[in-house]
């Protein structure tokens, strides 16, 4: 019959029957559950995690001490050891890997190169630049930090995209660039850290090593705040990297704006590396190590943007455990994390070249 809508069919041309559907759904179904099953073991693990750093210290306190702490019922000193010394570290450090691990998720999906992360393509190093020219430089902190680092971060980013594209995105070419704009962006730091005094250049030195050792309830504060406001949106414009995974072409085709939609997804990324610099340093590889982690656990179930938000959470607060409380000497914790995200690039590079996708 004229007009009539034929049956459904596969990209071969196979008709799809109920019992098919039925089936992608179960598969839908079951990949779903295993990714809250993941999610609700990696919020456990921080929770372990949050209790042993709490507790840990110079001066141990019991997990009754803890809790009557936190509920308002501790005494003056288990307050301030609480409240001032260990939960403004712990909790900037898990919103650190929090803000990290998703904004590595997001870079990587939507180039589609697992190396396209922020601290790989010199997004963290433009934050990191803009940061100490307002540290060393202007003598500023605080909040305007973290507006200096998005400023600089936003303006790597930008320019990485713009020499890029050629009529479209190439994942290879935007890693080459970034590379090199990470190269630049080091150098200007460099010469930042000669023109400044001994003291500060000591201080500069080790936020750019990646440390908490800093954080404050200010600092905890400012971040929480910012990521409570940009977190969600991520999460909600992170539905169209299914989409522009498939390809420009393609997302197009389905009625996706691939233009606008890859700039607010670079924006966002962008914010979520460039607070999280700016709270505590370019910690390296989280954002790099997050995502795939996070895939390999859920079975490879989309972007994974939750679950990589909650390892890069996990990732910086057990190197920031382990750099405290496990090691002969303490270290900060970007240390601790690049012996953890090293290895892996090499692995990652020398997997490419063997199996010819390095380019």
Known sequence: MAGAQGPVTELGGTPLGRADFGRVRSVRHRLLRRTIMVCIGLLIALLVVF??????????????????????????????????????????????????????????????NPLATPDIIGVTSGASAAAVFGILMLGLGGITISVFAFAGALVIALIIYLLSYRGGLSGY??????????????AVIEY?????????????????????????TSTMTTLAILAVIIVPV????GGWLSGLQLGDDTAQSIGLAVQR?????ILLGVALAAIATAAAGPVGFVAFVSGPIARRLTRGTG???????????????VADFAGQHLLPVQLPVGIL??????PYLIFLLIRSNRLGTGG
């Open 261 to 265: 939609s890859r700039l607010l997804l």
């Open 234 to 237: 991520t999460l909600i414009a």
């Open 303 to 317: 972007t994974a943007l939750i679950p990589a938000g909650l390892v890069g959470a996990l990732v910086v607060s």
């Open 337 to 342: 994390t690049a012996v953890i995200g090293a």
């Open 51 to 112: 209790c042993a750093a709490m507790i840990v210290g110079d001066f141990p306190l019991g997990l009754s001490e803890l809790f009557y702490a936190l509920t308002g019922r501790g005494t003056s000193a288990t307050n301030f050891i609480v409240y001032d010394l260990r939960l403004p570290r712990v909790i900037t450090g898990m919103l650190v890997g929090l803000c990290f691990g998703i904004s590595g998720a997001i870079f990587q999906a939507m180039i589609r």
């Open 173 to 186: 070419r935007f890693v080459l660039i970034g590379i090199g704009m990470a190269a630049v962006m080091s």
């Open 192 to 216: 930042q850290m000669t023109r400044a005094t001994v003291e500060d250049a000591q201080t500069a030195l080790l936020w750019l090593t990646g440390s908490l050792s800093s954080s404050s």
